[in-house]
């Protein structure tokens, strides 16, 4: 079965930016749409963003304008783009498929962490 990795969080003062990736261990072209998720402290696991093979993306309210998905078929691999970043935006974000249906094993997720 496909496997998730997701890298690059890390801490950023606000206002900052970082770049998160997802890299799957199989083919994710038939994953559609893949999605960014991301769970903060107390609280439940949000869809962020979301991109299909296409290329057409969504996203939630607290993020739209600010953030940035994108998939690159080829190399499997899903990004996050994450910029003026908030002490809100604080969690562990994840990527996994946007639907129920195609959902693949969860990753251990990549920690992003905003100072204000």
């Known amino acids: 079965q496909v496997q998730l990795v997701e890298s690059g969080g890390g801490l950023v003062q606000a206002g900052g930016s970082l770049r998160v990736s997802c890299a799957a261990s199989g083919s994710i072209a038939s994953i559609n749409p893949m999605g960014w998720y991301r769970q903060a402290p107390g609280k439940q696991r949000e869809l962020v963003a979301s991109?299909?093979?296409?290329?057409?993306?969504g996203y939630g309210d607290s993020v739209k304008g600010r953030f940035t998905i994108s998939r690159d078929n080829a190399k499997n691999t899903v990004y996050l783009q994450m910029n003026s970043l908030k002490a809100e935006d604080t969690a562990v974000y994840y990527c996994?498929?946007?639907?129920?249906?195609?959902?693949?094993?969860w990753g251990q997720g990549t920690q992003v962490t905003v100072s204000s």
């Open positions: 991109i299909t093979r296409g290329g057409t993306t």
């Open positions: 996994n498929a946007a639907t129920i249906s195609n959902r693949l094993p």
